[in-house]
C-alpha cells in the first residue's frame, strides 16, 4: 500500500511541475503590466541646450511640458546632476500643501487662540 501512496504522491508532483511550467501568465495580470511598462516609459526629462546654457524639462506621456528649469547650466554634466538630484528628491519627498492668505485668515476666524496676541495699541491697559 505505501508504495501505492509513493507512486501517487510523485505522480501529483510531477502533474504539478508540468502544469506551472506550461500555463501563461493570466490575462488581467498581463494587462496591469503592460500599463505599468507603459506608464513607467510614459514620462520623459529632456535636456536639451538653450541660449543660456543647458535646462531640462519634463514632459507627460501626452508630450505636455510638466516642469521645466528655472535657469540654464553651464554644462551637460551639471544640468545631468541637477536632474539625477530631482528624480532622487522626488521619489523621497512629501507633498506640502502651503495655505493662500485667504485660508489663513479663515482659519484665524476659526480659532481666536491662533489670532495675533499683543497687537492693542495701547499697552498702559
Do not use: H
Not at 18 to 24: K, L, Q, R, V
Not at 37 to 49: L, M, N, P, R, W
Amino acid at each position: 500500500m505505501s508504495l501505492w501512496a509513493r507512486a501517487l504522491v510523485l505522480f501529483v508532483g510531477i502533474a504539478t511541475l508540468m502544469a506551472t511550467a506550461g500555463m501563461p501568465t493570466a490575462p488581467a495580470f498581463q494587462k496591469s503590466q503592460a500599463k505599468k511598462d507603459k506608464d513607467a516609459a510614459a514620462s520623459t526629462i529632456e535636456v536639451y541646450q538653450a541660449k543660456d546654457g543647458w535646462r531640462f524639462r519634463i514632459k507627460s506621456a501626452e508630450g505636455k511640458t510638466l516642469a521645466i528649469a528655472s535657469s540654464g547650466q553651464k554644462t551637460k554634466e551639471d544640468c545631468l546632476k541637477i536632474v539625477e538630484m530631482l528624480q532622487t528628491t522626488i521619489a523621497q519627498a512629501k507633498v506640502d500643501i502651503i495655505p493662500t492668505d485667504k485660508e489663513k485668515e479663515k482659519q484665524k476666524d476659526k480659532d481666536p487662540d491662533k489670532k495675533d496676541k499683543g497687537t492693542d495699541k495701547n499697552p498702559s491697559k
